[in-house]
């Protein structure tokens, strides 16, 4: 748990940005692709995101300690260790989640967010809407799932 949320380095804040974003902005296939109002765009969307993971994981954390962890009852035990590690299996992806939006803004600041680390196509912007930290154009990524599934199978 506590990794998760070290990963936020100390209180790191988003880098200052000197795009200011409309209120209502949302990127278009009309404007340029990764123009800098739509780099900006997807920097707030990742940090908010983050934000509310670590916000989560904290809340977490917090019942864990506060919580005790034993019931009396063996049924109340078992039902409270499922509902833990449930959470916690939660909290894990959670941490891998982040490690992928920590990518994505790295990205972002080295010009690379937007476009296919396969191919180097732009990835749509509705598909970047959906899945912010996407790193493969739709094409790609069902290349290469169907890759994986034969690899698995042989």
Not at 40 to 69: C, H, M, S
Not at 72 to 101: F, G, V, Y
Request: charged share 35%; hydrophobic share 30%.
């Amino acid at each position: 748990m506590a990794s998760v949320l070290n990963s936020d380095k100390d209180g790191e804040k988003p880098p200052k940005s000197t795009v200011t974003l409309p209120a209502d902005y949302r990127p278009s296939p009309d404007e340029e692709f990764m123009n800098p109002l739509q780099l900006e765009y997807f920097r707030q969307r990742l940090w908010d995101w983050k934000k509310q993971i670590l916000a989560e994981a904290e809340g977490t954390l917090a019942v864990l300690q506060n919580e005790p962890l034993r019931e009396p009852d063996l049924n109340d035990r078992a039902s409270s260790e499922t509902d833990w590690s449930i959470e916690l299996r939660t909290r894990d992806r959670q941490r891998k989640l982040i490690s992928k939006i920590d990518a994505a803004l790295r990205r972002i600041d080295e010009g690379e967010y937007g476009y296919c680390e396969v191919t180097g196509e732009p990835i749509s912007l509705g598909r970047l809407e959906a899945r912010p930290i996407a790193t493969m154009t739709v094409e790609a990524q069902e290349r290469h799932e169907r890759q994986e599934k034969i690899s698995r199978d042989d």
